[in-house]
């Protein structure tokens, strides 16, 4: 048996009030459709990153809403964790492909974890990226319907690792990506959906911290609150350009001396090239004490993130290339502003000017973070508009409720039992979430019907070429 991760349990009914009732009322009426429907949610790790994070909050709330679900790991030694993240770093465009080595320890930890599975009957699995794809392939669909989950960039895959993982996918039921951006070329999965990610407001990272207390929780790791701070917080990745971050602070205290940076880094177990950057970082901040680097390994969990998203006058997130960026999210819903790369689904998260500022390089980060700095109305401004849209749009009941939808929509096209009733949500045909009817969202018509929007952005690109917009709706999706 694969392991089966413990979750404990949380009530929808805790997220009236926080996030927006319509939203909430369409999860209800979605899951009422699907009540006893078994949901397998698998991945690679338990701990450390984004996909374990939104898990431990989907799996709970999808069994308040009367499903069956359940989240299992896969195992896998060293060499397999290595092969995976050259497998992830190529699929983002690194020149580097997977060796045959890596490619036998991979198919081989794919067999071993394909047995484990077993006979279990699902109604839904959900594949988590690259780690456990294959196991499709080597264990049969079943009569589940298959979704696989990429939470990374796949738009520039490097040509013989997307090649080898693509030999898996051909039969899933449906593949859900982050950005329509993120498309990988020649995917052999009929139906593609786009579902940005979502923050848990009432997870510990997130859940309303007191300021004295979060500022004794950050003076108890030896950071001075009397001086100026910013913070990025994310694995520790090239991708994440933290020592681009160093730079822009080094260039940011020539006018602003006592500034501080904290960097403070996810270290999880199918990472292991984090190590790697952590040596380089530690080596670049050591002779500087303005600058803090921790880890969830060194004390540094849920917590203290959430006491420096809320208490760091800027949070920064230079990203060369993201998944998504959600500590983006994280930082605006506690009302900080943010300077981040203009990468991944970043720019979505900031749509319209919310938020604080996107930047292109280390010289443009700097001068946001001066510029931040020193109008604080500007910065608190930015920050509060950044909330609003955080709370409309990125909190996790709208997440569901986009997972609800399309698991409606499989059944209607190969149904359970009792067969799903019910008209699906209003999406975003350009980002795909799910949209709130009555919030005063951004409209346009097309032939004759009338489609939602997020932001001003999003509707901007629709009128630009609504018909790559129109032709790129799934069977069942819709604005409606």
Not at 440 to 462: H, K, N, T, V, Y
Request: hydrophobic residues 45%.
């Amino acid at each position: 048996m694969l392991q089966t991760v413990d979750v404990g349990k949380l009530s929808l009914a805790a997220y009236r009030g926080i996030a927006p009732n319509a939203i909430l009322d369409e999860v209800e009426r979605c899951a009422e459709s699907l009540r006893g429907a078994r949901v397998l949610h698998l991945n690679a790790t338990a701990y450390g990153g984004g996909v374990s994070e939104l898990l431990r909050s989907i799996v709970p709330l999808l069994n308040d809403l009367g499903l069956v679900a359940e989240w299992q790991v896969i195992g896998g030694e060293d060499e397999f964790f290595h092969a995976t993240k050259a497998m992830h770093n190529a699929l983002q465009g690194s020149e580097r492909g997977l060796s045959e080595p890596e490619r036998a320890a991979y198919l081989a930890n794919a067999e071993r974890n394909a047995a484990l599975l077993g006979d279990q009957r699902y109604d839904y699995v959900f594949v988590h990226d690259p780690q456990p794809a294959p196991l499709l392939a080597l264990r049969g669909k079943g009569d589940a319907r298959w979704i696989w989950r990429c939470h990374i960039d796949t738009s520039e895959p490097n040509r013989e690792t997307w090649g080898f993982l693509r030999d898996f996918l051909s039969d899933y039921d449906a593949a859900i990506f982050t950005m329509e951006e993120f498309l990988p070329p020649d995917l052999p999965v009929a139906r593609v959906e786009v579902i940005p990610p979502a923050i848990d407001p009432l997870s510990p990272k997130n859940m309303p911290l007191p300021d004295d207390l979060a500022r004794q929780v950050l003076g108890w790791i030896g950071v001075q609150l009397d001086q100026p701070l910013i913070t990025q917080v994310s694995r520790f990745d090239p991708w994440k350009d933290p020592l681009g971050v160093i730079a822009a602070y080094r260039l940011a205290r020539e006018q602003v001396p006592d500034l501080q940076l904290a960097l403070a880094g996810s270290m999880a177990l199918d990472d292991p090239e984090g190590w790697e950057i952590y040596r380089q970082i530690s080596a670049e901040a050591e002779p500087d004490p303005q600058i803090h680097v921790f880890t969830n390994l060194t004390g540094v969990g849920n917590v203290e993130v959430n006491a420096f998203q809320r208490l760091s006058d800027v949070v920064v997130q230079k990203s060369l290339r993201e998944g998504f960026g959600l500590v983006v999210s994280e930082a605006l819903w506690k009302g900080t502003p943010v300077v981040a790369g203009r990468a991944g689904g970043i720019p979505l998260q900031m749509a319209d000017g919310v938020g604080g500022a996107l930047v292109d390089d280390v010289g443009e980060c700097a001068e946001a973070i001066v510029r931040l700095l020193a109008d604080r109305h500007e910065a608190e401004a930015l920050a509060e508009a950044g909330r609003k849209r955080a709370r409309q749009h990125f909190l996790l009941p709208r997440l569901i409720l986009n997972e609800l939808s399309l698991m409606l929509d499989l059944a209607r096209e190969r149904p359970i039992s009792p067969v799903p009733v019910g008209a699906s949500p209003h999406r975003d045909p350009v980002c795909g979430m799910a949209i709130e009817a009555a919030a005063g969202a951004p409209q346009a018509m097309q032939d004759g019907e009338i489609f939602l929007f997020c932001s001003e952005s999003c509707r901007a690109r629709f009128r630009a070429d609504p018909e790559r917009y129109l032709r790129a709706r799934g069977p069942g999706v819709s604005s409606r």
